[in-house]
């Protein structure tokens, strides 16, 4: 089934969902960074292609001290075409753990940040559909192909594109390696959005992808610590006592447990016999930084708790960025902590004010950020003062002189860099 494209308006171009017969052949070339199986369902566009890796291409070829640094264990930062050092990269075998981009919404809209000199021009975000589409997927294809194979990717992103970079990503990466879609609250249904014709839409979706399927995260699965009610003793309310563990710790029925799990669970202390012969499963308590007993709640994929509000709640430290689209560092706090370890290499390759690469410096990963922008590259030189970085540039396209004046997104006057 093919949608129609004579049904949209002559100023919407042909995007159109592909779906190949059952036995047949996708009729879609397969990117550079082949998905371990083909998608079922892909999307099409007019002049969809492959991404190449061009070694000989000037601007690659300028990035190879990006490269370089990387290779030697040291933090790189590169004023580039992303798609140009995601080649650097593939072509010197530099594989992230993780990476999390914050790409582009397709918002129609030119951002800028408020100065004495007038509109800065931030990132360029207007685009025809079928060349975001292409411009997007390029750049997945080459991320999939750079990334550790037990790495991972998030993509963060809002309803405007959302739909196709999810079609896009089940065929770069394959459908089983498909983890999560995070549901992230990023603003306040308040003003316009509260008022306007529609539900407000106060929401970011994060996709979440494994470079092979059902990958283990390496880090802390993502939880919030619940405190507990206390006894006139100052014991957790309806807890008991693990002398050997030296903790309290709750119980709830083995429900749908198999006995070959309650079997490593009983070898792991995890397991409860009460007086009566029935199996309980233990839940340990922990101590939260005040000394509070807590009960560890595993998070869902709705991110709307305290830890992750949003940016505007954040320090004044942070707030004084002042970048247009900045996500709070609590947010990478999360992700970086949740599918790193230390010493990895974490990449964001549209770094804008470097809050993925900050975060990860804090903690104790290696980073490698790239961004096109003038005002992102002083942004970060600011933000990452006190870190060892190598910064590169290769010669790109000047965006300010193809585009009409940006509008503000960001308001604040932008402070010296």
Known sequence: MRLDPGKFPKSHPALALRMPRRREKSAVQQPAASPQRRAAVTLSWPGKRSPIIDAAHPHVAALSPFATALSTKRNAVANADNSHALQALALANIQPRLIYIDPPYATQVDHGVQSADGAALAYVDTWQDEDYCQAMFERLSLMHHVLRDDGFLFVQCDWRASAWLRVMLDEIFSRACFRNEIVWRRAPNLGRQATSAQLGRTTDSIFVYSKRPRQPFPGRVPQLLQPCELTGTGAPAGAKWDAAAKTYFTTAPRGDYTDASIAKLRREGRVYDSATGKVYIKYPL??????????????????????????????????????????????????????????????????????????????????????????????????????????????????????????????KVARAQ
């Open 286 to 411: 922990v101590r939260d930084a005040d000394g509070r007993w807590c009960k560890p709640i595993t998070i869902d994929t709705i991110w709307t708790d305290e830890e992750v509000k949003p940016l505007r709640h954040a320090s004044k430290r942070e707030l004084a960025i002042d970048y247009v689209t900045q996500k709070p560092e609590s947010l990478l706090r999360r992700i970086i902590d949740w599918a790193s370890e230390p010493g990895d290499l974490v990449g964001d390759f549209f770094a804008g004010s470097g809050t993925t690469l900050a975060v990860a410096h804090a903690m104790g990963r290696r980073f490698a950020g790239v961004d096109q922008g003038q005002l992102a590259i002083a942004t970060m030189r600011n933000r990452l003062a006190d870190a060892d970085v190598v910064w590169c540039a290769a010669q790109t396209q000047t965006v300010a002189a193809r585009v009409r004046q940006p509008r503000v997104t960001r308001r």
